[in-house]
């Protein structure tokens, strides 16, 4: 990752995306947000670490476009 690079804990992620950390969970812990792409696990462990540039950056685009995306596993989408 860049030096730059923000990681933050689920809780620190439901505050700035205003989630509840459940939700971030359950619902978009692997299947909008993708291990290696929007989170890591360091050092192999059961702890997550959430990367705040990409998730950002993908919330945006995924706001700013129109129709039907479907995620896909590699943090790409599918227009269907």
Do not use: Q
């Amino acid at each position: 990752m860049k030096e730059n690079t923000t990681y933050l804990t689920t809780r620190e992620l439901s505050i700035r995306i205003k989630y509840d950390e459940r939700t971030i969970r359950d619902r978009l812990k692997d299947s909008v947000l993708i291990e290696g792409v929007h989170y890591i696990r360091p050092f192999g462990g059961r702890k997550i670490l959430y990367i705040w540039e990409v998730i950002e950056k993908d919330m945006a685009t995924s706001s700013f476009s129109s129709g039907l995306t479907i995620p896909m596993s590699r943090g790409g989408v599918c227009h269907g």
